[in-house]
């Protein structure tokens, strides 16, 4: 049984130390041209320390300030750390529609904005990645690399991280979309994936209708005996259950 987040867990606090978050650009070969991302350093954060990165998406009508603007989630994490409940890392905030015209406007369903959040895997792993590592201390090990998100960030986050185990060793997903593929393509090898994740998280509001795509990962894993977590809260596909869903999922990464 998962316990819910601490009451205030969201709420700001006087006199305790803070983390920044800035926007940042970095290029992308993907892309052809400079992309943005959002990124959080915790309090305390030195550059002669070396820091594990969490990598959080954003939905299908987002962008790489998503979060931020909903969800606040620097006050989340700074409380976090100032309850001694969260090992110092890294947040990376991206723009997971990798095309020239990011922005979160007009038909967002038009088949080739679907295509750029497919085409976010290069961008990922091929310029944002190496960016963070060339420009922040941040580990390079699999083991220190996470990725997670809600919705369509939730299916990339299964997609990319499920399909680049030698990248990521610990993977979240929150209300995962119908972009999410099938189990048996996200895990063809039950036991190198069980071999190789520290953490595979699963979560969805009950009382989300899209609550069947990560319903059925989750049975798919259960019935293959890959270790996960499956946590279903109350709520709809709404922020109360992401922000929980942070809350709850940071916590647990790299320890």
Not at 135 to 151: F, M
Request: glycine letters at 8%; hydrophobic letters at 35%.
């Amino acid at each position: 049984m998962i316990s819910p987040a601490r009451t205030g867990y969201d709420q700001y606090r006087e006199n305790i130390l803070r983390g920044v978050i800035e926007l940042v650009d970095y290029p992308s070969t993907t892309v052809g041209h400079s992309r943005k991302a959002m990124v959080y350093t915790p309090p305390g954060f030195s550059s002669t320390n070396e820091y594990p990165v969490l990598y959080l998406l954003h939905g299908i009508g987002g962008d790489e300030v998503e979060w931020h603007n909903h969800a606040s989630p620097q006050i989340i994490l700074d409380n976090l750390y100032s309850d001694n409940l969260l090992e110092p890392m890294i947040i990376v905030f991206p723009n997971g529609r990798a095309m020239s015209n990011d922005r979160a406007e007009g038909d967002l369903f038009e088949p080739e904005k679907i295509r750029a959040f497919e085409r976010f895997e290069s961008d990922l792993l091929h310029d944002l990645i190496p960016y963070m590592e060339s420009n922040y201390p941040a580990y390079t090990s699999r083991d220190k690399r996470a990725i997670a998100g809600l919705s369509m960030g939730g299916g990339q986050s299964l997609n990319i991280g499920l399909s680049h185990l030698d990248h990521f060793a610990w993977i979240g997903a929150f209300s995962a979309a119908p972009n999410t593929r099938s189990p048996e393509l996200l895990v063809p090898d039950p036991s190198e994936t069980s071999l190789r994740l520290s953490l595979l998280w699963l979560s969805c509001g009950e009382q989300d209708n899209l609550i069947n795509i990560s319903l059925g990962v989750h049975q798919y894993l259960t019935h293959h005996g890959v270790p996960h977590i499956w946590h279903e809260e109350c709520g709809g596909h709404d922020w109360p259950v992401w922000k929980n869903d942070l809350y709850l999922f940071s916590q647990r990464l790299f320890k």
